[in-house]
């Protein structure tokens, strides 16, 4: 402590934190990577970061962008043909089941364009992108209802569905917002967007929503910061946006019944506009499923408690929070009672009678989440740089942090869940200042970890995170979620289909038809096949390949010099690069994870012969090895055999057939076994006839199988002896 200049204090918060070598986090986190376009997995309370999950833009260590299969997920997003590889991400929701995380699937929206993507947690993968047709923009997403029947999305700012040009004069007329619920099927894990929908709104600039759950399960609520409908302009002399747009006291808090529109929609009372259904405000009206409710200055978030039955209001510039009461809601609903009509018609409820309190918490408030602990919420107050703690039921407050600095949201663990988990709390600031060191102009972002399991908050741990401005994060209890580690032989990921170019071991090919060479080839500890490809200038290079391991972590990577393709390749995988060999030359690929002590060697030349090359006779290499090179090689081979015999003799010994790890590890050693016996017999043929060159050169092949069994048997002898394997039979 006093060699590091730590206190007390720092030395509870380390302890607290801290997780050691080969432990677990108790909780996974979901953020979102902002500009970055990707989403940040890390662990709670560690902070360690664990993975970059590639979404809207293009991710070399997953060959995410560099490989065919993820580039067609990335394109899906291209909007009207136009190619865009970055996504502004702000809201990660993971899926729910009866209002809790089910840890299925995770999904995230993208403001600069309006799209929203599917991450399959199965194996941590994007499946999916679409694109909002009506929208320009949107900030309202991603949020789930509570049994992630809908995905919901709201616009950000208005403007014409219509992909026309249309003055700002027509703002009112024909600029528009709305909410679209896009249908989740589970069991194909994708979106259908034949069966989503959109609720049409005015051009109020609509900001955050949240699904009702429990009682108001069926309903959503989306906010406004904008319903002055301004429009700026200040090169023509207009005040800026800022200040027309904050005008009024209040803005509007919008309430949608989905669950009706969801029938209307089936009943035909949609209007197709570029492909998807819209419910015309009008129809809503009509219909009795859209009603605002005026809601203080200027607000951000919008968040309905645990149970149901308050909706929390932040408002950037009123120094309250506003909580609403859903019961309230609905008795003036069901009474007719209404205040007025917006100037679209749509019914406006009184806000006093709405509301079941206000609670003056500080300056900024911008969102709410919920602890586990009854009637206990924390809000983000972004002027103060400051956590509130408050009771929503009682309406007082509790306790405050200070943060560091200008925090923007905040998460609590599985918060926005029917059943919060309490205990930690991150907060996602928008300047970190002086909290770490410096790295030039542009600062790090700053997550806090916060322990909230006691009265009075703790502010643990400040992480960095080098990537966009952190948005929103979700996080689960780790143990929810089941990942796989690896896939059936030739699955194309993406898809989660069986590949065109599957390849079984021995069943590698070129295929040339006239232009285009297409290769089947696989990767195994430590080879690539095939090793050399050949092409002519002009010609179209496919090339597919299926990592045959199946023992846990054992990544191939796959790259061609020059043209510029990456692919990982995970156990069980199939996957295929492409690219048109416009020049000629000598390209060496070669896998890219440092996978086996043979790692470099897992290496292969294509090359690409000028048009009209004519083949010069090869030279028959000179032999160099003797029948002495010979014998040592074989007996190296047999002492090595001695090691793996003692190895397999301990795990047979015990109950290695309780670890599916080490049966996978055992399945993979016995397959590297299996090829030495090829390997030995091609040795034996060759030395019959005194070929001490090809004999020594199989022994040695036969040697390096021996190896990758060995190292193999000795990570499932370690793995047993960790986990405490028993004596068979005990
Ligand atoms: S935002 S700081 Cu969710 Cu995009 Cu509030
Ligand atoms: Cu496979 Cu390195």
């Known amino acids: 402590m006093k060699a590091r200049g730590l206190t007390q204090q720092n030395l509870l918060a380390a302890a607290k934190t801290y997780v050691p070598t080969g432990g677990r986090d108790e909780f996974t986190a979901f953020a979102s990577g902002g500009q970055s376009g990707q989403i940040i997995v890390y662990g709670i309370p560690s902070m360690r970061i664990m993975k970059y999950i590639g979404v809207f833009t293009p991710e070399p260590w997953q060959g995410y962008g560099f490989d065919e299969e993820s580039k067609k997920v990335l394109r899906q997003g291209n909007i009207d043909g136009k190619e865009i590889n970055w996504g502004d991400t702000h809201h990660p929701a993971l899926s729910e089941t009866n209002g809790d995380y089910d840890g299925q699937f995770l999904f995230i929206n993208d403001k600069a364009n309006p799209r929203l993507a599917v991450i399959d947690l199965r194996d941590f993968e994007t499946k999916q992108i679409v694109v909002n047709p009506l929208y320009k923009s949107e900030h309202g997403g991603a949020f789930v209802t509570p049994n992630t029947d809908y995905v919901i999305e709201a ?25 679209t619920y ?44 904008c319903t002055e409908r301004y429009v700026g302009g200040i090169e023509k002399g207009r005040p800026p946006y800022e200040a027309g747009c904050s005008a009024k006291d209040t803005d509007y808090l919008h309430m949608i019944n989905w669950k009706k529109a969801a029938e209307l929609v089936k009943q035909g009372k949609a209007k197709k506009i570029n492909g998807m259904d819209v419910i015309m405000m009008d129809t809503a009206v009509k219909e009795g499923i859209l009603f605002l409710i005026p809601e203080p200055k200027s607000p951000h978030g919008v968040d309905v408690t645990p149970d149901g039955k308050l909706i929390t209001v932040a408002g950037k510039l009123d120094s309250h929070v506003s909580v609403y009461s859903f019961d309230k809601i609905m008795a003036q609903i069901k009474a007719g009672k209404f205040e007025s009509k917006d100037p679209y018609g749509i019914p406006v409820l009184s806000m006093k009678d709405s509301l079941h309190t206000q609670v003056a918490l500080g300056l900024g408030p911008l969102h709410t989440q919920y602890d586990s602990k009854p009637c206990i919420a924390y809000t983000s107050l972004y002027v103060d740089s400051q956590v509130a703690k408050w009771n929503y039921c009682e309406g007082k407050v509790l306790d405050k942090l200070n943060i560091h600095y200008n925090i923007g949201h905040l998460m609590t663990m599985e918060g926005d869940t029917e059943h919060p988990k309490g205990h930690y709390l991150v907060a996602l600031n928008k300047l970190a200042i002086d909290r770490f060191i410096p790295v030039g102009p542009l600062h790090p972002q700053n997550h806090q970890l916060i322990d909230i399991s006691e009265d009075k908050m703790q502010l643990l741990y400040d992480m960095p995170l080098p990537l966009g401005e952190p948005h929103y994060v979700v996080a689960i209890k780790s143990t929810t979620l ?7 032989v030739g699955t194309d990921s993406r898809t989660d289909e069986p590949s065109k170019g599957a390849t079984r071991a021995g069943e590698e090919r070129v295929v040339r038809k006239g232009k285009s060479v297409e290769v089947f080839g696989t990767e195994i500890r430590s080879h690539i096949t095939p090793e050399t490809i050949e092409a002519e200038v002009g010609d179209e290079v496919t090339i597919h390949l299926t990592n045959l391991e199946r023992a846990e972590d054992e990544t191939h990577g796959f790259t061609v010099d020059t043209y510029n393709v990456h692919a990982s390749v995970e156990p069980g995988k199939t996957v295929t690069v492409k690219f048109k060999a416009d020049r000629e030359g000598v390209f060496p690929f070669y896998c890219t994870e440092f996978c086996s002590a043979l790692h470099l060697e897992m290496e292969g030349y294509l090359l690409v012969k000028p048009k009209g090359y004519k083949e010069v006779k090869t030279v028959e290499a000179k032999a160099v090895y003797t029948k002495a090179d010979y014998d040592k090689q074989v007996k190296t081979n047999v002492d090595t055999q001695a090691v793996i015999d003692s190895v397999v003799g301990y795990i047979t010994s015990v109950n290695y057939k309780d670890f599916p790890p080490v049966v996978a590890l055992v399945d993979d050693a016995t397959d590297q076994l299996n090829r030495a016996k090829e390997a030995k017999a091609k040795m034996e043929d060759a030395a019959k006839k005194s070929d001490w060159q090809n004999a020594t050169l199989w022994a040695g092949q036969w040697w390096q199988y021996q190896v990758k069994a060995a190292d193999i048997g000795l990570r499932a002898k370690t793995y047993l002896e960790e986990h405490g394997a028993k004596k068979a039979g005990k």
Do not use: C, H, M
């Not at 950000?156 to 917002?177: I, T």
């Open 155 to 179: 616009s950000q700012y208005p403007a014409p569905y219509s992909k026309k040009f249309v003055p700002l004069e027509r703002f009112n007329e024909e600029y528009r917002g709305g909410v």
């Open 182 to 225: 896009w249908k989740f099927d589970r069991k194909s894990g994708k979106i259908d967007p034949k069966q989503s929908f959109t609720v049409e709104l005015p051009p109020y600039s609509q900001d955050l929503s949240d699904a009702g759950k429990l009682v108001s399960d069926g309903w959503s609520f989306t906010n406004s910061f």
């Open 482 to 488: 089941k990942p796989g580690i690896r896939y059936k």
